[in-house]
């Protein structure tokens, strides 16, 4: 979670520099915008290639009481 919470603060803090960097040299939005595009898209796909986790099993005990 400590990374995740990393990553988003460090694009968080360089998107909006980024964008207005590309803006000035392209004189348009349009390059910022389909590196955000980009970049959440290539976020998406790592998450979906994350290896599901199953679920616990609800009818199993956690732990075991003498009777």
Request: glycine share 10%; aromatic share 6%.
């Amino acid at each position: 979670m400590g990374i995740i919470v990393t990553a988003d603060g460090v694009a968080e803090a360089v998107s909006p520099m980024l964008v207005g960097y590309l803006r000035d040299v392209t004189g348009s939005y349009r390059a910022g915008f389909t590196w955000l595009i980009v970049v959440a898209l290539l976020g998406a796909a790592a998450i979906a290639m994350l290896p599901r986790v199953r679920g616990r099993d609800p009818t199993t005990p956690t732990s075991r009481r003498a009777a």
